[in-house]
């Protein structure tokens, strides 16, 4: 693509890496006689504006910054159909990870001019009173969401640190919590999983928490979600799991199973917040005892410039 192109920045992210990583990409653009617009962005519900703006204008939106701003700006696109790129710039960038979008971003920039236009699947994700708010990653509660809090309070570690650290903070104060999930596989089958537990996620990619390798064979466009249950055993066993969650082989301990679905239904005995792509959900923060958080599968809805296949 030539453009036109409208790069949404968020200005903060990677403690101010997505700047410097802006002026190679725009440099990038430039040198290939791409036509461009910078916008920065004050916040994520800003971000969303800009980027609506932009598609209704026929715009390609490329977002720069961490996998809060990818997957908030992923569900605007969705929405509109346009086309949609990505420039990694935060702590984490899983979902670079997963599209294979290079973490260089003068080689990302070629892949905005030269990449792939693959449909890839979305999480719509919803609670009583509230619009659906449209997510790319995954959604979780639990040890994870608080962790997820505390990683975005903590400044100084990086990305590959600070997730483990804060997972170890959020266990310190830990108490466990009752879960159920309502789990429909597609077919008009559903199975109902009750449980006292540490987490739950629910991936349409396998990586979250810079590189945590959570949902080994999820995968991005397989029109299905593979939900993570973590039940309550003592703390060694989340340790365990922890330790061995970067390889996709905490999969095998006792306390934890893997199911699959293309819609989950998830309530928990008190308030607790959730997340989904780094940042906690607007419609659960916290999400109240027994609310139920419907979280589904969106097949095929957005356009993403994907690299090239060698």
Known sequence: MSGPFCIVVNPAAGRGRSLRVLSVVTAALAAADATYHVAESASLDDARQIAGQAAQLGHAVVAVGGDGTAGALAGVMASTGGHYGIIPAGRGNDLARVLGIPTDPAAAALVLLDGNQRRVDLIGVSAPGHRELMVMGSVYAGIPSIAGEIANQTRLLP?????????????????????????????????????????????????????MQVAPPAIIDDGA??????????????????????????????????????????????????????????????????????????????????????
């Open 159 to 211: 990305g590959p640190l600070v997730y483990p650290v804060a997972a170890l903070r959020a266990l310190a104060r830990w108490t466990p919590v009752a879960f159920r999930a309502e789990i429909c596989a597609g077919t008009g089958a559903s199975t109902v999983h009750d449980f006292p537990g540490y987490a739950i996620v629910v991936a349409n990619v396998a990586y979250f928490g810079a590189g």
């Open 225 to 310: 979600l593979d939900i993570v249950i973590m039940r309550d055993g003592p703390r060694l066993a989340f340790l365990r799991a922890l330790a061995r969650i970067r390889t996709g082989s905490h999969l095998a301990l006792p306390q934890i199973s893997l199911e699959r679905g293309t819609e989950v239904i998830v309530s928990m005995d008190r308030d607790l917040s959730a997340a989904a792509d780094g940042e906690t959900l607007p419609c659960a923060a916290p999400l109240r005892a027994g609310t139920r958080l419907r979280i589904r599968v969106l097949p095929g809805v957005l356009t993403v410039l994907t690299p090239r296949a060698a």
